[in-house]
């Protein structure tokens, strides 16, 4: 075999190797001069072309040097550099996995989301899987407007007229999307801001990695809602930070309830215009006791305000941004959900104070978000297509969220709660007459009757005692979410039946 092998290969290998382990017995010494490559290649029977392609190939390895018109000569090693074959064989059995930091322990990718699939062993009661007709209130799917796109492909092809090729991207973000956006904020939301406070980056979680960067060290505390979407909770995990956890009540957070346990925290993450995935608006006086604390106890507070212009029926109470005036604010928003989800675009508003921080971490991160996709997203929000699409999104959510949650509330009454009834695109529905351990069975149940639904366990870091579920309706019509609702409150009804029969005969055998 080691024969045919040889024998396949090249005959400038063939001869690198003889010459090789000549040097390697000591048979040439080192400073020893080589045969030239026309008297090599004669004693051979080879071309020259092949013996200097066998001594490049030395050369290369550092067995041989070249000296300009003297030839090539055995080189002076360094100490332990052996012919790779020998080496191979001797080297001991090969070390396990490089060490990791302790960011990238700390770090997991995200699993197959729980509504994909009931949890195992989940029962189901009395009925079989429907395979068709499939109703997915699992996953918060937005089908893009086509009015949209072809207003995105008209500024595109507008830009690449224009423009021999795209830039490269600024680092703080395209100066004509920055004043776009200063602007939307102005009308749309009342928040008066200079477009050098703007950061453009590649969406929410990029803003929320660079927060963690600049402003925390590991060991450090952040206030984190409960619940809250799980990968804010763990983007601060994976940096070292100690989490703690805050609950969400029916006004949002509290802070003269949280007060003694963030006692030291450095940074508290709040959600006040729309809370994901309570949907709970913090009311402006809460605001503003959070914006005191902060000041008292010298900590920074991120407004994550995701999905909050898809609010239908009220308006919003001031942004903590607009209340601040000390420099304590990080405002952080994504266009991914307003304009649809391959726009990995949002932006962030930083205190001047911090703004080069953010600057010289993001330098490290990518120099710049994408160029083209900002001047194309400035087009669209200079010429008022981005927010026409806002206010045709909101006119569709309001009727499509009625349609479920009458669907629900007039099958389940009091055995429902559903909170934050005023924007995004989804329902965070409690069922108090469900233990959290019936969450699986549910599932599964509901998709044996042609409904796919999420469970809302994972964006708590707390359990609660019974089940909650995240139903997201914004991309689906409103009969659909009708028969959804009609189908999804019999699978309840049909848990809560086989709960109460467990506990019937738990009851009998303890007597």
């Known amino acids: 075999m080691a024969n045919r092998r040889q024998n396949d290969e090249p005959m400038y290998v063939r001869i690198a190797e003889s010459i090789r382990r000549d040097i390697d017995s000591g048979r040439f010494q080192v400073g020893a001069r080589l045969a030239g490559s026309r008297s090599m290649a004669v004693a051979l029977g ?60 700390r770090a997991v990718l995200p699993a197959v989301p729980e509504a994909d699939l009931p949890a195992p062993g989940a029962e189901v009661i009395e009925t079989e899987v429907i395979e068709a007709d499939v109703i997915d209130l699992a996953q918060p799917r937005v089908k893009s407007d086509p009015r949209s796109l072809k207003a995105w492909v008209q500024n595109l092809m507008a830009l690449l007229r224009r423009r021999d090729a795209p830039d490269f991207p600024e680092l703080q973000g395209a100066v004509d999307l920055r004043k776009a956006v200063a602007g939307y904020l102005s009308v749309e939301r009342a928040i008066e ?46 940096m070292g930070a100690r989490i703690v956890p805050c609950q969400v009540g029916p006004h949002g957070l509290d802070i003269d309830r949280h007060a003694a346990a963030l006692d030291g925290v450095r940074l508290v993450n709040v ?19 959070l914006l005191q604390w902060a000041y008292a106890h010298d900590a920074c507070l991120v407004e994550d305000d995701f999905d909050c212009e898809h609010r239908f029926g009220v308006r919003t109470s001031p942004s903590l941004w607009s209340l601040d005036r000390h420099g304590r604010v990080i405002h952080v928003s994504s266009f991914a959900r307003s304009m649809f989800p391959a726009l ?56 499509r969220h009625r349609a479920l949650h009458d669907a629900l509330q007039v ?7 559903v909170t934050g009834s005023v924007a995004g695109g989804s329902l965070f529905v409690h069922l108090s007459r469900l233990p959290r351990s019936a969450t699986g069975t549910l599932m599964a149940e509901a998709l044996a009757r042609g409904v796919r639904i999420r469970s809302a366990e994972r964006f708590h870091r707390m359990p609660p005692a019974h089940v909650t579920l995240v139903l997201s309706y914004a991309g689906l ?17 049909a848990v809560e039946k086989g709960v109460n029969r467990i506990d019937v005969r738990n009851n009998l055998t303890a007597l």
């Open 46 to 105: 080879v071309s020259r072309t092949v013996v200097l392609m066998a001594y490049d190939q030395l050369e290369s390895e550092g067995y041989l040097e070249s000296r300009s018109g003297s030839g090539s000569y055995v080189s002076a090693r360094p100490a332990g550099v052996f012919a790779c074959e020998t080496f191979v064989e001797e080297q001991v059995e090969a070390p396990g996995n490089p060490r990791l930091s302790r960011l990238a322990r």
């Open 193 to 238: 801001v200079d477009p050098d406070d703007i950061l453009i980056v590649s969406g929410a979680q990029q803003a929320c990695d660079l927060i963690a960067r600049v402003l925390l060290d590991e060991g450090d505390g952040v206030g984190v809602e409960e619940p809250c979407h799980w990968s804010v909770r763990h983007t601060y995990e994976a």
């Open 271 to 289: 959600a006040p215009s729309f809370q994901f995935p309570t949907g709970v608006v913090m009311p402006e006086e809460r605001r503003r006791a």
């Open 344 to 399: 990995q675009l949002g932006y962030m508003l930083v205190p001047r104070p911090l703004r080069e921080r953010f600057l010289a971490v993001k330098w490290l991160a990518d120099r710049g978000s994408m160029s083209m996709q900002q001047h194309v997203l400035a087009a669209c929000i200079t010429s008022g297509q981005y927010l026409r699409d806002l206010r045709r999104i909101a006119h569709r959510l309001a009727p």
């Open 411 to 417: 099958r389940l009454g009091s055995a429902m709660a």
């Open 477 to 493: 019509s409103e009969a659909s979410l009708k028969r959804a609702g009609a189908r999804l409150a019999e699978a309840c009804l």
